[in-house]
């Protein structure tokens, strides 16, 4: 019976709570509903009307797309039967090999330096070219590069000579398949 009798005590007391009365019922509806709707309404419009050009909008220019799609690189077709089109060894010596050898980068042996030519003079002439062709130490490969095998031949051949050694020239390739015929 007390079990019944402190349930009845609780349910006659009076509830208390934020609302008490019907003017604070809709203003409680107004700020839950109506408030964040308006703030929706004002954020989206404010986003919505700038136009800012943000990142990539002339991505469909033609000439953005055309600037995409161009090749990456092109090939040119040589013949070196024709000595006059080929570079000299100076020519490509200047172009692709003075930027380590006429300072000594990365520990590249100077044009001119004898000392430090003459070991490497003394492997010969293809030892040389194989090392120029495929890289060796810092320096990159040159085969494929702007020149022809032909052309850094004779690169090597212009760096040696100038280096103290007495390298011949080399033959072009079609003469010596010619020769060989």
Do not use: Y
Request: hydrophobic share 45%; with cysteine.
């Amino acid at each position: 019976m007390s079990d019944h009798h402190h349930a009845t005590e609780h349910d006659d007391a009076p509830h208390e709570g934020p609302i008490k009365n019907v003017k604070q019922l809709v203003a409680a509806v107004i700020f839950a509903f109506v408030v964040p709707i308006a703030v929706i309404v004002l954020l989206v419009s404010r986003v919505g009307a700038d136009t800012r050009a943000g990142a990539g909008s002339d991505s469909l220019k033609p000439e953005t797309v055309a600037r995409r799609i161009q090749p990456v690189a092109t090939v040119e077709v040589k013949d070196a039967s024709d000595l006059a089109s080929l570079a000299s060894g100076e020519k490509v010596f200047t172009t692709q090999c003075a930027a380590c050898h006429a300072a000594g980068v990365a520990g590249a042996p100077k044009l001119g330096d004898t000392a430090a030519w003459a070991p490497r003079l003394a492997q010969g002439f293809e030892v040389l070219l194989n090392s120029a062709l495929k890289g060796k130490g810092a320096m990159g490969p040159q085969a494929g590069g702007d020149f022809s095998d032909f052309e850094i031949a004779r690169a090597v051949v212009f760096l040696g000579n100038k280096s103290g050694g007495k390298l011949a020239e080399p033959k072009a390739p079609a003469a010596a398949s010619a020769a060989s015929n």
